[in-house]
């Protein structure tokens, strides 16, 4: 899916539902509405598992408008990010994850 593609469903479920897709769910339930045009009796679920506030710099312009801060992450904000370099490797995250 193109990245336009990706803008076009954001907007879409944005003005129609008034519910902000993150890109990542948005490439997701655009890829269900497809699965479910060829496949007319299927059901669907969509698990996204990002909140679009992770996203601002993308989101923003996508809808013109700021993305409110849920109180569950104002704390956050102007935190330094933090990140662990792991080796693309199931048993480097398993160790990590048990030590």
Not at 33 to 40: F, G, K, S, T, V
Not at 51 to 79: D, N, T, W
Request: net charge negative; hydrophobic share 50%.
């Amino acid at each position: 899916m193109s990245d336009p593609d990706t803008v076009a469903t954001i907007l879409q479920v944005w003005f129609e539902n008034g519910y902000l897709l993150d890109p990542h769910a948005a490439v997701a339930y655009a890829a269900l509405l497809r699965h479910q045009a060829q496949h007319p009796d299927a059901a669907g679920i969509l698990l996204a598992t990002a909140h679009p506030v992770k996203f601002p710099g993308v989101l923003e312009p996508i809808i013109g408008q700021p993305i409110e801060l849920p109180e569950a992450v104002r704390h956050l904000q102007g935190r330094p990010k933090q990140a662990i370099p792991m080796a693309v490797d199931f048993g480097a995250l398993k160790e990590f994850l048990l030590r």
